[in-house]
């Protein structure tokens, strides 16, 4: 149906809290993939509140690759139930995972692009070695997500040129998270000349919620962090919608 990927350049702006958040707020059905080559098990640890896997994981998929079983045969059997209309994937449950899954990127993004659910895609950092090029070529769009302190944009500066050179500058859009803290949107998108997606407020306490798998407050639901949420979900949808028109058209 939809693939969208979510990255970041460096440091810790809150990829995975936006992943989880969008997830778990989903109006449809909508799997979420923690394709994280710098393994944390963040979602299980902090959202999931620990939840043990038990073996259902990129692990699994690699196995499956393996034993030349088709992807789309044994992906379902291990994904997590996340909220009533969402599924989660975990990711690699050990560093040493990440280098021998190479030749499986293929196989899963073309397994992606074909599922008929929304599949939220949480890439992590996009690191020297750039994004994994098949969930790219799956992807209707690809969100940076970076705070707008200064460090945060030198970052930026450095790796985005590799992800608008492999997804193209139409599909790829910047998540900015605490405008103002201390540049703005126009500023940001004056400088990096890539279109913002969305701006999420700087709410610690909101975002825990999905980060830690803190209990949400009385207004959480009415809160700004979750309309901005909102509001780039819909973004997300109109890209695609967007995109699939294009589909067959010659250009």
Known sequence: ??????????????????AVALAAHATHSTLLIDANR?????????YLRGTDPDGRDFGALLQAYRERRPLESVLNSLVLPMSERCGFLPGFAHP????????VWPELGAVLEADSR??????????????????ISACSAVAVVTRTALPDLAAL???????????????????????GRPYNGSEIRRQFE???????AWQPDEAAVYSAGAAP??????????????????????RDTDRQSLIGVRR
């Open 1 to 18: 149906m939809s693939v969208f990927l979510l990255t970041s350049a460096t440091h810790a702006p809150g990829v995975t809290t936006l």
């Open 38 to 46: 710098e393994p944390d098990q963040s979602t299980l640890a902090g």
């Open 96 to 103: 040493g995972m990440v280098s021998l899954f190479t030749p």
């Open 118 to 135: 929304t599949v939220l895609v949480d890439a992590g950092r996009i690191s020297t070695a750039g994004l994994p090029t098949p969930l």
């Open 157 to 179: 500066r450095l790796y985005l040129p590799q992800v608008l050179e492999a997804a193209g500058q139409e599909r790829v859009g910047l998540v900015l998270v605490g405008p």
């Open 194 to 200: 890539v279109p913002i997606l969305a701006e999420i």
């Open 217 to 238: 407050g009385r207004r959480h639901l009415a809160s700004r962090y979750l309309r901005d949420v909102g509001d780039l979900a819909r973004v997300l949808a109109e």
